[in-house]
Nanobody, 125 residues
Framework: QVQLVESGGGLVQAGGSLRLSCAASGRTFSRYAMGWFREALGQQREFVASISWNDGSTDYADSVQGRFTISRDNAKNTFYLQMDNLKPEDTAVYYC??????????????????WGQGTQVTVSS
């Protein structure tokens, strides 16, 4: 059974940092693009960041560029989202995702191959 399991969410003050992790199991994801999405209350799920499987190239939404960093460890089948200088508008449920079709597809899709169950991030002002 394929699973993506997020961890690391929580409550933090504005300007603080959090690091989210997504542990993959059930198959090897070394040839999958991996990404993070978020869904704020009452809003649509939106793309946050992605990382390719081969050259490690990354892609970020404009709203998080320069504050968030995505990385992966293929040996551990785990990838990460380091979030710095958090703002109240970053408050959302964060979901990890995986897709074999690459980072460009992942940026625009609403139906990746796999979704995680989500982890809440709350940033207080």
């Amino acid at each position: 059974q394929v699973q993506l399991v997020e961890s690391g969410g929580g409550l933090v003050q504005a300007g603080g940092s959090l690091r989210l992790s997504c542990a993959a199991s059930g198959r090897t994801f070394s040839r999958y693009a991996m990404g993070w999405f978020r869904e704020a209350l009452g809003q649509q799920r939106e793309f946050v960041a992605s990382i390719s499987w081969n050259d490690g190239s990354t892609d970020y939404a404009d709203s998080v560029q320069g504050r968030f960093t995505i990385s992966r460890d293929n040996a551990k089948n785990t990838f990460y989202l380091q979030m710095d200088n958090l703002k109240p508008e970053d408050t959302a449920v964060y979901y990890c995702a995986a897709d074999h079709r690459g980072t460009q597809f992942l940026r625009f899709t609403t139906r990746p191959d796999y979704w995680g169950q989500g982890t809440q991030v709350t940033v207080s002002s």
